[in-house]
């Protein structure tokens, strides 16, 4: 079974060097890389790694969003499964593999990888280098040699010792105690709740596998949304018979960034085109449970989604709560 593995990538042409390395190490199978618009040396990266690679190289003059990007790279893959991956995720020494053992043990299948994060490269427009992001330098100055030494991600170490980031690595794709328990309580769901209707909330952006056939005949990634696309994915795939599964030591390593991420209870634009889409309760009820997850939460104790099998039973009205007036409690969401 051959796995199309499909990077979109803007902007991080240093770590998209990395990532590279990292698909170096797992031959056989076919990489895609879709530059969504980079005004960096992104080309530059793909043209040396094309000298030692067998890649695809896709560019859009200016950027399309992640939705259109992953789609301009599922239609020229030649491989049954599709493999989404993001320009800054290293990819683990087995992730490959275990996608495709999974797919070839289960038909109509979604899988879900396990995402962690190196929260050392948050501060560095180059992690192999150390070089500070713009607005970094006194940060980074002020550190000592052997500090900087330490929040660095080589090519060496990816190729020759890759247990080393492995033991750097933290689970969820974020720092910080919410994506940690996001990332908790999807694992867990996956695990242990196969039953749960609501398993397609516990998608991944990256690490995130479908077979080719199927993921055309759905449409691909909505173009009218670009957070939360593969979430409203799987919830589609799902309710056309497909099942979200986890890819059990399938992992990828989110070198992070400080500025950039796109929290889902800030920018909630994408509620109302989800909801349009899907006008069930539980896509409502996604961003009380993200919320409830919060250290400072303004979700009432008694009302709070800590689990799937929560959000599940809170969709199914199984509660007494009323989670329109719940909604209402957290600032800046859109009225469903």
Not at 89 to 114: K, M, Q, S
Not at 277 to 282: E, G, N, Q, S, V
Request: aromatic share 6%; with cysteine.
């Amino acid at each position: 079974m051959r796995i199309s593995v499909v990077i979109r990538t803007k902007d991080e042409a240093d770590r998209l060097r990395l990532v590279l390395a990292s698909l170096s190490r797992q031959a056989g199978d076919e990489i895609i890389i879709v530059d969504d618009g980079s005004s960096d040396h992104t080309a530059d990266v793909i043209a040396d790694a094309a000298r030692v690679m067998d890649l695809k190289a896709l560019r859009h003059s200016t950027a399309r969003g992640r939705s259109e990007a992953s789609n301009a790279g599922a239609r020229v893959a030649s491989g049954s499964v599709i493999l989404f991956f993001d320009g800054d995720t290293l990819v683990g020494p087995e992730c490959i593999a275990r996608h495709r053992d999974a797919h070839a043990a289960a038909a109509n299948f979604l899988g879900r990888g396990e995402t962690f994060h190196l929260r050392g490269a948050r501060f560095l427009l180059d992690p192999e280098e150390g070089t500070p992001r713009t607005g970094e330098e006194t940060r980074i100055a002020r550190l000592p040699l052997a500090e900087v030494e330490r929040m660095k991600v080589t090519r060496q170490q990816i190729l020759e010792d890759f247990g080393s980031i492995e033991r750097r690595a933290e689970p969820a794709i974020y720092p910080g105690a919410g994506p940690r328990e996001l990332y908790e309580l999807e694992i867990a769901a996956l695990r242990d709740h196969p039953e749960c209707g609501t398993l397609w909330a516990a998608s991944s952006g990256s690490n995130f596998s479908v077979r080719r056939e199927a993921f055309l005949a759905a449409g691909g990634f909505d173009p009218d949304l670009d957070n939360n696309e593969h979430r409203e994915l799987a919830l589609r795939m799902c309710k056309a018979g497909a099942r979200m599964g986890l890819v059990d030591g399938a992992r990828n390593y989110h070198l992070t960034h400080r500025t950039g991420w796109r929290d889902p209870l800030v920018e909630s634009d994408w509620e109302r085109v989800f909801y349009q889409k899907h006008p069930i309760m539980a896509v409502k009820l996604l961003s009380v449970m993200w919320a409830s997850l919060s250290r400072t939460s303004c979700v009432p104790p008694g009302a709070r989604i800590t689990s799937l099998p929560e959000l599940e039973r809170a969709a199914n009205g199984l509660t007494e709560v009323d989670y329109d007036a719940v909604r209402r409690m957290i600032p800046g969401l859109p009225i469903l």
